[in-house]
């Protein structure tokens, strides 16, 4: 692989995810991806210990390159293959399977906020995230709802929003990790409007032309006129839609949410404005659980993420596919071939 085709291939940073979770033995799936590593350079920001460990237990390879963690800021530009940067944040032999440990929490959230810095500073072209457990991270006192907020955060974005993309459906939501209860009165306008116009502007660079976008209710039927919820539908959603088609988008709504998805909507519409966490991932993990690829639109770097959690019931158990992973990684690949960030510049993913 260490070849001048490599040398011209995009540089992707997968974080490994829970060391008690499925990440490891997904991301040593990765790594010794052939056909990955013709399209770009994988590199595991994480634990070489944990994944030597895996390794042993499941009989998976782990032959390529390990370097430490304190030699990436000065060494990192000579990294030309699938590689391991290794932080060394928890004994391995310490590290229980399956089982929330705030020094795990930690160790994710130190490889997600190291490869953000290193895709601040171009040190790769991209970032993809292997799953973090919110438990284990809030544990170690890091009281974020998930990925997406740090990238915010972390990026200092103005606008962001969390994206699926398949080829069976793409979703935007409004709002994410939050309760039921709370969704209403974090919904306005602008939030709405905003969304919108992040997935607009992805859809049409990712497809080339210009999109066919549906929003939906919040409420049972769209509100039905008033007669359900708050009128959010009435007074909050449609406002948002009128306002986007008033700037030119080929746009929809609100919709019924138990209709929107029906074969025919879907075959006429290229992404989704959902309202709610599980009105999007419902219907998403029901038509593309191994192929839906997360992503955080409105972000300087492109950050791509797969769309299931640490399944910690089968941790360390070698059951769990990395398909979604390789998605994932392929994703961040073509986007930051089609659209190189530099340090600084903004990036529609």
Same mark, same amino acid.
């Given at each position: 692989?260490?070849?001048?085709?490599?040398?011209?291939?995009?540089?992707?940073?997968?974080?490994?995810?829970?060391?008690?979770?499925?990440?490891?033995?997904?991301?040593?799936?990765?790594?010794?991806?052939?056909?990955?590593?013709?399209?770009?350079?994988?590199?595991?920001?994480?634990?070489?210990?944990?994944?030597?460990?895996?390794?042993?237990?499941?009989?998976?390879?782990?032959?390529?390159?390990?370097?430490?963690?304190?030699?990436?800021?000065?060494?990192?530009?000579?990294?030309?293959?699938?590689?391991?940067?290794?932080?060394?944040?928890?004994?391995?032999?310490?590290?229980?399977?399956?089982?929330?440990?705030?020094?795990?929490?930690?160790?994710?959230?130190?490889?997600?906020?190291?490869?953000?810095?290193?895709?601040?500073?171009?040190?790769?072209?991209?970032?993809?995230?292997?799953?973090?457990?919110?438990?284990?991270?809030?544990?170690?006192?890091?009281?974020?709802?998930?990925?997406?907020?740090?990238?915010?955060?972390?990026?200092?974005?103005?606008?962001?929003?969390?994206?699926?993309?398949?080829?069976?459906?793409?979703?935007?939501?409004?709002?994410?990790?939050?309760?039921?209860?709370?969704?209403? %009165?974090? $919904? &306005? #306008?602008?939030?709405? *409007?905003?969304?919108?116009?992040?997935?607009?502007? /992805?859809? @049409? =660079?990712?497809?080339?032309?210009?999109?066919?976008?549906?929003?939906?209710?919040?409420?049972?039927?769209?509100?039905?006129?008033?007669?359900?919820?708050?009128?959010?539908?009435?007074?909050?959603?449609?406002?948002?839609?009128?306002?986007?088609?008033? %700037?030119? $988008? &080929? #746009?929809?709504?609100? *919709?019924?949410?138990?209709?929107?998805?029906?074969? /025919?909507? @879907? =075959?006429?519409?290229?992404?989704?404005?959902?309202?709610?966490?599980?009105?999007?991932?419902?219907?998403?993990?029901?038509?593309?659980?191994?192929?839906?690829?997360?992503?955080?639109?409105?972000?300087?770097?492109?950050?791509?993420?797969?769309?299931?959690?640490?399944?910690?019931?089968?941790?360390?158990?070698?059951?769990?596919?990395?398909?979604?992973?390789?998605?994932?990684?392929?994703?961040?690949?073509?986007?930051?071939?089609?659209?190189?960030?530099?340090?600084?510049?903004?990036?529609?993913?």
């Amino acid at each position: 692989m260490l070849d001048a085709m490599t040398n011209s291939l995009p540089r992707i940073a997968v974080t490994m995810g829970d060391p008690a979770g499925v990440g490891p033995e997904i991301c040593l799936r990765l790594l010794a991806n052939a056909d990955l590593a013709r399209e770009c350079v994988p590199i595991v920001f994480g634990d070489a210990g944990v994944l030597r460990r895996v390794a042993e237990k499941l009989g998976l390879p782990l032959t390529c390159p390990v370097m430490a963690r304190a030699k990436w800021p000065t060494h990192h530009h000579m990294v030309r293959m699938p590689s391991v940067v290794d932080f060394q944040c928890v004994d391995a032999v310490t590290v229980t399977p399956g089982q929330v440990d705030p020094r795990c929490g930690d160790a994710a959230f130190r490889y997600v906020t190291a490869s953000i810095e290193a895709g601040l500073k171009s040190e790769v072209a991209a970032i993809t995230t292997a799953p973090l457990n919110k438990e284990a991270l809030h544990a170690a006192g890091h009281k974020y709802p998930g990925h997406t907020e740090i990238f915010a955060e972390r990026m200092r974005a103005e606008r962001s929003c969390m994206t699926f993309f398949s080829d069976e459906l793409t979703c935007s939501l409004v709002t994410v990790h939050i309760g039921y209860h709370e969704v209403s %009165a974090a $919904l &306005t #306008i602008r939030r709405i *409007l905003d969304v919108i116009e992040l997935t607009a502007d /992805a859809v @049409r =660079r990712r497809r080339g032309r210009e999109p066919r976008l549906a929003v939906l209710g919040l409420n049972p039927h769209a509100g039905e006129h008033g007669l359900f919820g708050r009128g959010e539908e009435e007074r909050i959603i449609a406002p948002a839609v009128e306002a986007a088609r008033a %700037a030119g $988008l &080929t #746009i929809t709504g609100p *919709l019924p949410p138990d209709t929107a998805f029906l074969p /025919a909507r @879907r =075959r006429e519409t290229d992404a989704f404005i959902c309202m709610y966490h599980d009105q999007a991932l419902i219907p998403l993990k029901a038509l593309a659980f191994d192929s839906a690829v997360n992503t955080t639109l409105g972000l300087p770097v492109v950050r791509t993420s797969v769309d299931h959690g640490t399944a910690f019931d089968i941790a360390w158990h070698g059951k769990a596919s990395a398909e979604n992973l390789f998605a994932a990684v392929r994703l961040a690949a073509k986007l930051a071939g089609q659209y190189p960030c530099a340090s600084g510049a903004t990036q529609f993913l």
